[in-house]
């Protein structure tokens, strides 16, 4: 068994500031104002995730799991504690990738797999089965800041999932993209799991955490709130449509995932 | 779990790391084709949706200079005691330009690319280099326009020595320019106000070079008092120098001490071991910021 992520006692603050120019600043500092505060986006956050193991992240919003991400992926680094990971990682922060707006889907596609560690050879060879997963047609040669927002999160997603992995991170893929599309990243996310990757999968679809992930990790204000098996943990944030009447969205979603 | 761990993920012998480790600048040798793309990017970026596009690289240098050259060429007079005197200040422009483009671009590359700075893991440090390598690319044009007005004197005689000086005046601008580009880039995430202090002080730095005024004057002013000594520090002044004695001084014959230091090969080498050390110190300074700078890109 070899772990593939380590995360020991990691927290991480953010501070707001109130006021950007130097007279707001000097004019609340003699108003005797806070000029900024700050929160903990994670505090004293543990886990470890063995390699192939599908972890299915969840929490309100604002509860640090983006923030947790990044950690991981290596965007942040703690204020303390430590993150460690083994292999090579992608995935998507956030829905859509780091584009650039006036580069046109083919040249980000090179760029965006360029950043995550690929070379020209396995991008040219992977090129045509990202184009068609992405299945942005025509637009492939236009610039990116044309396109519509769900193309934009299926061109970056579909990077995302070619990419010769150790540990996936999804960071809400399926907020954005239409049913067919959901369809087809489900499958294809059900794929890199069953090939051996550690999957960090971010959502608030309790029908899709049950189809894919072996274990819930709850995150609440920043702290673990829950780390165990799946169906307790869509119980422990009531996500099981007890209190409430299932919104459509999720409905849609058990659909998908019970398709594959 | 552990029968579905294919082979391909068999990551036992890797050790556990921190994913945001990186080597900092030598990361743009190790990842030399994701430098490639980045540069390739930028200088489509740099004028895109602009109809003149490539164009505003060459315009701005020439209407700079001949607005040097006929403020200081022609109403002043300055350049009547310097022969090739248009050489002369072009030569310095070459590189004046070529420094304020890595720090100005430098300086705003972590803003301008906060969509990848964001949301994806990469060395940091390639942003600022790669926007010193667009400038350096910017200033081919430039040289070839250098060496055809040089050519133009009939009186060039050019040697390896000045070319061996030129090269070094290049490379002190470059690792200036990356060192500052490094810093500013970061400052510049942290307090905004940072990149128009950059830009007043930017524009300060063709005053400061003895480019649209001879070196002599320099030296005859200040004799080898204390504002000579400030006066050449700047590592430009020193670059300006040397691209001079390989371009400008070749094709006239003026007296050599009266146009330059006596040592000016030795403090070319004593500069390029300052900016090497700058170089380190402004890698250090990036790494200890840098965390700050994806939750500040707002």
């Not at chain 1, 999968?201 to 098996?229: F, N, Q, W």
Request: some cysteine; proline content about 4%; aromatic content about 12%.
């Amino acid at each position: 068994m070899t772990t593939s992520i380590v995360v020991d006692d990691v927290s991480k603050e953010f501070s707001l500031q109130y006021h950007r120019t130097l007279k707001q600043m000097t004019m609340a500092k003699v108003r005797g104002q806070a000029v900024s505060d700050s929160f903990w986006a994670l505090s004293g956050v543990s886990f470890e995730v063995e390699q192939g193991e599908s972890i299915g992240l969840m929490g309100l919003n604002g509860s640090g799991k983006s923030t947790l991400l990044k950690l991981i992926c290596g965007v942040m680094k703690p204020d303390s504690g430590k993150v460690l990971t083994r292999g090579r990682i992608s995935g998507l922060i956030a829905t859509g990738a780091g584009f650039h707006q006036q580069l046109t889907g083919r040249e980000n596609i090179y760029m965006n797999a360029a950043i995550l560690g690929m070379t020209e050879e396995e991008t040219n060879e992977k090129f045509d089965d990202i184009a068609s997963f992405a299945d942005v047609g025509r637009f492939m040669d236009t610039p990116v800041g044309n396109y519509s927002s769900g193309m934009f999160a299926r061109l970056g997603f579909s990077v995302a999932v070619h990419v010769d992995c150790d540990i996936f991170v999804a960071d809400e893929v399926l907020a954005v993209g239409d049913r067919p599309f959901k369809k087809k990243c489900l499958a294809r996310m059900q794929e890199i799991r069953e090939s051996g990757i550690t999957m960090f999968y971010v959502t608030h679809a309790a029908g899709s955490v049950k189809k894919m992930c072996d274990r819930v990790i709850v995150l609440e204000s920043g702290r673990v709130g829950y780390d165990g098996p799946v169906d307790e943990g869509i119980k422990f944030l009531h996500y099981d449509g007890s209190d409430d009447e299932p919104d459509a969205e999720e409905m849609a979603d058990e659909e998908i995932a019970s398709d594959i | 779990m552990s029968e579905k761990v294919a082979v391909r993920h068999d990551l036992e012998h890797v050790p556990l790391g921190p994913p945001s480790a990186t080597s900092g600048l030598l990361e743009a040798f190790r990842r030399r084709y994701l430098l490639r793309l980045m540069v390739r990017r930028e200088i489509q970026a740099r004028y895109s949706r602009s109809v003149v596009g490539l164009g505003w690289s060459y315009i701005n240098p020439t209407v700079r200079f001949f607005t040097f050259y006929f403020v200081f060429g022609i109403v002043i007079g300055r350049g009547q005691g310097v022969p090739n005197f248009a050489i002369h200040l072009f030569a310095g422009m070459v590189l004046v330009h070529y420094f304020t483009e890595t720090v100005n671009s430098g300086t705003r590359s972590l803003l301008s690319n906060k969509g990848i700075v964001q949301k994806m893991a990469m060395p940091r440090e390639l942003f600022p280099f790669a926007s010193m390598l667009v400038s350096l690319y910017h200033t081919i044009p430039q040289l070839i326009i250098l060496t055809i007005a040089c050519i133009a004197t009939r009186t060039w005689h050019p040697d390896l020595e000045g070319f061996a000086a030129a090269l070094l005046g290049f490379v002190l601008v470059m690792l200036f320019g990356t060192a500052l580009g490094l810093m500013f880039s970061v400052f510049n995430v942290l307090f905004r106000d940072f990149g128009r202090i950059v830009q007043t002080f930017i524009n300060m730095v063709p005053f400061v070079v003895p480019m649209m005024y001879p070196y002599a004057i320099i030296r005859e002013r200040f004799g080898t008092g204390t504002i000579y000594d400030i006066y050449m520090a700047n590592p430009v002044v020193e670059a300006v120098l040397l691209i001079q004695r390989g371009f400008w001084w070749t094709t006239t014959d003026s007296p050599y001490l009266l146009n330059f230091p006596p040592n000016l090969w030795e403090r070319g080498f004593i500069m390029l071991g300052a900016l090497l050390i700058l170089i380190v110190i402004a890698q250090w300074v990036f790494s200890r910021l840098e965390g700050k700078v994806p939750e500040l890109l707002t």
